[in-house]
């Protein structure tokens, strides 16, 4: 016999389920309880930088939209600055949480475009924002990662882009630029399936 | 800012994999691909903060944060545990959210057409924070069993959705919790995602009579437990390496 080992073991996941939108977003779901809903302005006013706008869509394995996700982001301000690992903006809080349209299944984001933050190693990581995301059906939620098409050259170094063997799955992570707007579709399966991580 | 310390790596094996064939939904929404490992960098070991500000002292009282006539229908009781890491160390002010249906196991959902009745004093979600020893607790009264769609006769065992945040991004989690002696847990085909019988025990929450109001409201005690930091007695990773 052996000393027994005395970590916890982690709560295990259970899917959010299909009204994930009354506990995390009622207010977006039309249901009107609480005094201020959380996530809902991911920069705040102050914000330094610039402002951007992101759509997209997460489909399933059958290319069909998936209505019911809800979608969770993370990110640093302009300058590299996470919220709690330095000084930021008064108002910047780097995350939100957005649901889509019920019909449509297309969600948008307004926020700023992050600077970059240092990686493991001595350089610098490509700007990018963390998105989690769960709904009925995702049994542990998915953690991605959103890159920027006008940003090539820092995306070709960065160190989590190049982890990714296939290159051609590289580009599932970059959102595209038109106009104003970055296009940011997330698949959950088959064709260009999107890269996932177990972080 | 040195970087805060690595998490322990999450144990798949204890959580469900994406593809779950008897919980029909996960098969077209499930990642056919590997996720791939990481090591963490910040953007994974940082998170959101939240504080009184942002919580209201009635949003986790679901007996009182929505009632409009008098009080819901159905059995009242309060919830409590702690959110610990798998250190057993509490987590202090972080954001636990619950959601869940009403006693006749309806939700107030625009998507929701069962035939219970909605309850018009009852919104079902609540929100709150750990306090420094990383206690929570809410006040709702227990959720119905309801049917849904996977098989024909499908029920789901009486339950609440929790989400909970934890430091860091890569400790989120969402899981649900079920009430001790419910025989349809060992048949629901979600609970059953999970591989390990120990796993499942994790999600029952325990009857609790030393945490009721006696003459008011039985009680159940659920603690969550989040992703464990290292130790970092140690640097293997010096700067500059």
Known sequence: MVQKLDYRKETPSQTAGPYVHIGLAPGDAGFDIYRQELGRDIAGPRAQ??????????????????????????????????????????????????????????????????????????????????????????????????????????????????????????????????????????RLQGDKETVFFDV | MTQPPDLYQRDRDWHPPAYTQNYKTSVSRSPKNALLSLESTLSELSGPTFGHSDVDPLDNDLIRNYAKTGDPIGERIILHGRVLDENGKPVPNTLVEIWQANAGGRYRH??????AAIDPNFGGCGRTLTDEHGCYRFRTIKPGAYPWRNWINSWRPAHIHVSVFGPSFAQRLITQLYFEGDPLIAKCPIVNTIPDQRAIDQLVAALDLNATVPLDSIAYKFDIVLRGHRSTYFENRPEGN
């Open chain 2, 110 to 115: 625009k998507k929701d057409t069962y035939l």
């Open chain 1, 49 to 186: 930088g610039e402002r951007i706008e992101i759509q997209g869509q997460v489909s399933d394995g059958a290319g069909a939209p998936i209505k019911d996700v809800l979608i969770e982001a993370w990110q640093a301000n302009a300058a590299g600055i996470y919220p709690g690992c330095g000084d930021v903006e008064p108002g910047f809080r780097g995350w939100g949480r957005v649901i889509p349209d019920f019909e449509t299944g297309e969600w948008s984001i307004s926020t700023v475009k992050p600077g970059r933050v240092k990686g493991r190693g001595p350089g610098l990581m490509a700007p990018h924002i963390s998105f989690w995301m769960v709904a009925r059906g995702i049994n542990v939620g998915l953690n991605t990662r959103l890159y920027f098409s006008d940003e090539a050259e820092a995306n070709k170094a960065d160190p989590i882009l190049n982890l990714i063997e296939q290159a051609d799955r590289r580009d599932t992570l970059v959102a595209r630029r038109d106009g104003d707007v970055y296009r940011f579709d997330i």
